[in-house]
């Protein structure tokens, strides 16, 4: 299959390998071209307990060069991905499908506008990756993925967990996509600002009695706030679903904590934030989303952003 992924960071960079490695015709669409040659010219380095191997692909920052994809995987920043549009729309063609592997609320929105509903799909994935140089990643933690459907496109969500599965990336089709989204959403809002906060990677949390109560806390106000909209989580216990995932990606430093060490803007408001507007709109508080969000925004202001 003709695949492009959209953003070289850590979850991009390791499908993009993994669906290499797998005989899938893959490009790395990346706005830097510095970047996008050296990925050209020398590949991928993938790291896992402390061996690495090197996987060849092709990058492009001109998307125009990697179109038209059967398949397109958004993994840029929530806040990208008003900016990313103009990619998508130079890879598609009719029949591509979009996938979007992103964290937080709103990116599908976004994507409607310009993808028709039964190409669609969103995902969501507990596998954890780390950038450690400009195309090389660590792999630091599997678990599951799932994708759902935007629309009734149960036979399309179903073939693109095959495509991954057959990729390494063991994957289930969700019957409730909001659900899934919520969920990881959830787990997102515990995780990613307590590991900002703490200055420590996803094992380490767990560890820690503080943080392992305050990600407890989030988790459990999260899905609240979801029951209360009416959407029911793939998982039972949040709070349990949350020490789950910290501890299978143990070695793993959160996607928001890579951001702020290395200067760029998160995705708190996308995600803990996306929290406490949920409950606004139910006449509720998320005191400890809430909470969260400001101490992350503030450590931000204390950042210089780059590109």
């Not at 590949?43 to 920052?61: C, F, H, P, Q, W």
């Not at 399309?156 to 063991?170: D, F, Q, V």
């Not at 216990?237 to 760029?264: F, Y």
């Not at 996306?274 to 931000?300: D, F, G, N, Q």
């Amino acid at each position: 299959m003709h695949i492009a992924v959209i953003g070289p960071g850590g979850i991009g960079c390791l499908f993009s390998a993994l669906l290499a490695e797998a005989g899938h015709e893959v490009w790395l669409v990346d706005r830097r071209p510095d970047r996008a040659a050296l990925v050209s010219c020398d590949g991928l380095t993938i790291e896992k307990d402390g061996k690495t191997r090197r996987v060849s692909l092709r990058a492009a920052a001109q998307p125009a060069e990697a179109g038209p994809a059967e398949l397109i995987i958004l993994c840029v920043k929530a806040h990208e991905t008003a900016g990313a549009m103009p990619s998508v729309a130079a890879l598609s063609a009719p029949h591509t499908k979009v996938l979007s592997l992103q964290n937080g609320l709103g990116n599908l929105e976004a994507l409607k506008t310009a993808v028709a509903g039964g190409n669609l799909f969103a995902g969501i994935t507990t596998h954890g990756a780390m950038v450690i140089g400009l195309n090389h990643v660590r792999h630091a933690g599997a678990g599951p993925t799932f994708v759902g459907a935007l629309s009734q496109n149960k036979s399309g969500a179903e073939m693109l967990a095959e495509t991954l599965t057959g990729a390494g990336i063991e994957t289930s089709a969700a019957a409730n996509t909001i659900g899934m989204l919520w969920s990881k959403l959830v787990i997102n809002a515990a995780i990613c600002p307590v590991s900002v906060l703490a200055g420590l990677p996803n094992g380490q949390l767990v560890k820690d009695r503080r943080w392992r109560a305050l990600m407890c806390e989030a988790a459990a106000e999260g899905a609240g706030i979801a029951a209360a909209k009416g959407i029911r989580l793939i998982f039972p216990d949040p709070a349990a679903a949350v020490l789950e995932v910290c501890e299978k990606t143990a070695g793993n430093i959160s996607s928001m904590l890579q951001d702020v060490r290395r200067g760029r803007h998160t995705e708190i408001t996308a995600i803990n934030g996306a929290i406490v507007r949920a409950a606004a709109e139910l006449s509720r508080e998320a005191p400890t989303s809430a909470m969260l969000c400001e101490k992350v925004l503030e450590i931000e202001k204390h950042k210089e952003y780059k590109d």
